[in-house]
């Protein structure tokens, strides 16, 4: 698996599922773009912090996330407030892709009002996907398939025309979720707020799920959304 994230949001929207693939031994990449330093950083700010201090908070509270998730973490630090596609970033993720040869990719969703870094981010991840199927395109390592690829839930769904139309089950994981989630100090404000978009998550993937799943009374939950058809061998 490879996450394609803005800052810490590998944490706050797709948590569950690192951490859910981690503890089933599978590898878990986090492509790191940015470290948030000046849009997601407002404690810092007015706490008087300058650039560089921030820069290695955020990226001290990244590294512990990462951890927590059983996840390894690559930082791009390519500056945020506006994050910037380029076709260097893009080559870089293309990389990422051959070295780890993901069988899925999760990154953001197209559309967010309220943060052009979010689009930005994945506009590359899309591209470095196709482009590190490519024979020709030029860089190591061997091309990839075409993995699968899941749009995390954004801060604003409704604004940003994101459907829940996958219910992760993360009951299981959400103590280790959660304890990521309090290795970013500097937006301690969300932890609240994630933790509730995990349990009305949860009560969707219950009224959704059937009758005889055996689900916990109390199931924690994320919403993702597929831009690409899903192949299956039967409907079920």
Same mark, same amino acid.
């Given at each position: 698996?490879?996450?394609? *994230?803005? +800052?810490?949001?590998?944490?706050?929207?797709?948590?569950?599922?690192?951490?859910?693939? +981690?503890?089933?031994?599978?590898?878990?990449? $986090? *492509?790191?773009?940015?470290?948030?330093?000046?849009?997601?950083?407002?404690?810092?700010?007015?706490?008087?912090?300058?650039?560089?201090?921030?820069?290695?908070?955020?990226?001290?509270?990244?590294?512990?996330?990462?951890?927590?998730?059983?996840?390894?973490?690559?930082?791009? #630090?390519?500056?945020?407030?506006?994050?910037?596609?380029?076709?260097?970033?893009? %080559?870089?993720?293309?990389?990422?892709?051959?070295?780890?040869?993901?069988?899925?990719?999760?990154?953001?969703?197209?559309? #967010?009002?309220?943060?052009?870094?979010?689009? +930005?981010?994945?506009?590359? *991840?899309?591209?470095?996907?196709?482009?590190?199927?490519?024979?020709?395109?030029?860089?190591?390592?061997?091309?990839?398939?075409?993995?699968?690829?899941?749009?995390?839930?954004?801060?604003?769904?409704?604004?940003?025309?994101?459907?829940?139309?996958?219910?992760? #089950? $993360?009951?299981?994981?959400?103590?280790?979720?959660?304890?990521?989630?309090?290795?970013?100090?500097?937006?301690?404000?969300?932890? %609240?707020?994630?933790?509730?978009?995990?349990?009305?998550?949860?009560?969707?993937?219950?009224?959704? *799920?059937?009758?005889?799943?055996?689900?916990?009374?109390?199931?924690?939950?994320?919403?993702?959304?597929?831009?690409?058809?899903? $192949?299956?061998?039967?409907? +079920?």
């Amino acid at each position: 698996m490879v996450v394609t *994230a803005h +800052a810490g949001d590998f944490v706050w929207r797709a948590g569950g599922a690192i951490a859910l693939a +981690a503890s089933r031994g599978e590898k878990v990449t $986090i *492509a790191c773009l940015t470290f948030g330093e000046r849009g997601e950083s407002a404690k810092a700010w007015r706490e008087g912090k300058k650039l560089d201090e921030i820069k290695a908070i955020r990226r001290e509270e990244a590294e512990r996330a990462a951890a927590a998730l059983g996840a390894a973490v690559r930082f791009f #630090d390519a500056g945020d407030y506006p994050l910037t596609a380029t076709a260097e970033l893009t %080559d870089q993720l293309v990389t990422v892709y051959r070295e780890t040869q993901p069988d899925v990719v999760l990154t953001h969703p197209t559309e #967010d009002p309220y943060n052009g870094d979010h689009p +930005a981010a994945n506009r590359m *991840a899309l591209e470095a996907r196709v482009l590190a199927q490519a024979i020709g395109y030029p860089g190591e390592g061997e091309i990839i398939g075409a993995p699968p690829v899941f749009y995390f839930e954004p801060h604003q769904p409704e604004m940003s025309g994101f459907r829940p139309e996958v219910l992760l #089950d $993360i009951t299981e994981v959400w103590e280790t979720k959660r304890a990521a989630m309090e290795c970013l100090g500097a937006q301690q404000h969300l932890w %609240d707020y994630y933790t509730d978009l995990a349990v009305r998550r949860g009560v969707q993937l219950k009224r959704n *799920a059937g009758p005889n799943l055996g689900l916990a009374h109390r199931t924690m939950a994320e919403a993702f959304m597929r831009p690409y058809p899903q $192949i299956a061998k039967e409907l +079920a």
